[in-house]
C-alpha cells in the first residue's frame, strides 16, 4: 500500500529482456534504500514493482506480462524518469490517499494550460475506467495522488502546484505523454457492492 506522495524521482539504467518478460534496474537517487530488503514493494511510476536485487542506490525488479500490458512500462528506456514511493510503514503519514499500485491503464495528457504559478493538466482515460473517475475525488498519476478538478466523458483535468511539477515526472507532460492510471480503490469496491447480487455455484455436499 502507497500514498501517491512521491518520495524521490529515479532513472530508469537499464531495461533488460527476459524470457518474453522484462527486468529493469533504477537509479533511486535520493530515495533510501538502507531499510529495503528483498522482497519489499516500492512504486514505480505508480507500479507496484518487488525488489528482487539491491546494489547501494539501485534496485532491481521483474516486470510481467501482465504489468507491461496495462502500464506504460513497456515503452520505458535507460535514462528516463521515474517517481518513487516505498511501501507504507504501520505509523507512516498519510498525506495523499490509499495506492495499491496496481495500475488499472494507460491514460493520454491531451492539454497542458499554464495558471498562474500552477499547470492544468488534461487527460484522456479509456472509456471503460471513466466511470470511475469523479469531481473532487482522488486519482492516481504515475504514482501521484492528484483531486480531479474536473470531468467531461472521458476526459478529466487537475491541477499541478510547483512542488508537483518540481519533485516528480509531472513537469515532463506534454500532449501526448503517455501515463499509468490508477483509479481510486473506493470507486472500485462502491461498484461492486452496488453491482448485480451473483450466486455462489456450490458443489455437491
Request: aromatic content about 4%; glycine content about 12%; some cysteine.
Amino acid at each position: 500500500m502507497f500514498t501517491g506522495i512521491i518520495q524521490s524521482v529515479g532513472e530508469v539504467r537499464e531495461v533488460t529482456p527476459r524470457q518474453g518478460d522484462v527486468e529493469i534496474v533504477i537509479d533511486a537517487r535520493g530515495l533510501t534504500l538502507n531499510e529495503v530488503a528483498l522482497g519489499d514493494s516500492i512504486a514505480v511510476s505508480g507500479c507496484c514493482l518487488t525488489v528482487t536485487r539491491l546494489a547501494e542506490n539501485t534496485f532491481a525488479a521483474d516486470v510481467s506480462l501482465e504489468t507491461l500490458s496495462l502500464t506504460t512500462l513497456g515503452g520505458w528506456t535507460a535514462g528516463g524518469p521515474v517517481n518513487l514511493e516505498k511501501a507504507l510503514r504501520a505509523g507512516d503519514a498519510l498525506g495523499g490517499h490509499y495506492v495499491t499500485g496496481h495500475v488499472d491503464g494507460v491514460a493520454k495528457v491531451v492539454g497542458v494550460h499554464g495558471d498562474a504559478r500552477s499547470q492544468r493538466v488534461e487527460f484522456e482515460v479509456p472509456v471503460a475506467l471513466a466511470r470511475y473517475i469523479a469531481r473532487k475525488g482522488s486519482v492516481c498519476i504515475d504514482g501521484t495522488s492528484l483531486t480531479v478538478n474536473e470531468v467531461a466523458a472521458n476526459r478529466f483535468g487537475v491541477n499541478l502546484i510547483p512542488h508537483t511539477l518540481a519533485n516528480t515526472v509531472a513537469g515532463h507532460y506534454r500532449p501526448g505523454t503517455l501515463v499509468n492510471l490508477e483509479v481510486d480503490i473506493i470507486a472500485r469496491y462502491v461498484e461492486r457492492m452496488f453491482a448485480p447480487s451473483q450466486s455462489i455455484p456450490t458443489g455437491p455436499r
